[in-house]
């Protein structure tokens, strides 16, 4: 597979991009105020953790795309779709 550069960052930006939107929704304020379990990790993990996921799925769905394998297209769709209905997951809850 050759290393398509381009391709690549479209969908690892895309990915974040997408997944970052959610962040929007978010006020930190209130979730300062809950009551967390005394294992739960500091604030400033999740942002960290959350980027290198999405990165990471974007990679994944690019590496998919290279494959030109049968149904590509249909796994696409699939991705975005997913990954619209996790957008939507933290302003709907």
Not at 28 to 51: A, M, N, Q
């Amino acid at each position: 597979m050759k290393l398509d550069i381009k391709k690549l960052l479209f969908y690892v930006i895309v990915t974040v991009g997408i997944g970052s939107l959610p962040a929007l929704f978010i006020d930190f304020d209130t979730y300062k105020e809950f009551v967390k379990p005394p294992l739960s990790p500091p604030g400033i993990v999740f942002p960290i953790v959350w980027t290198i996921l999405f990165i990471l799925m974007g990679i994944s769905i690019y590496r998919i795309v290279m494959t030109n394998d049968f149904g590509v297209d249909s796994l696409r769709i699939l991705y975005f779709v997913q990954l619209f209905v996790n957008a939507l997951w933290t302003p709907i809850f």
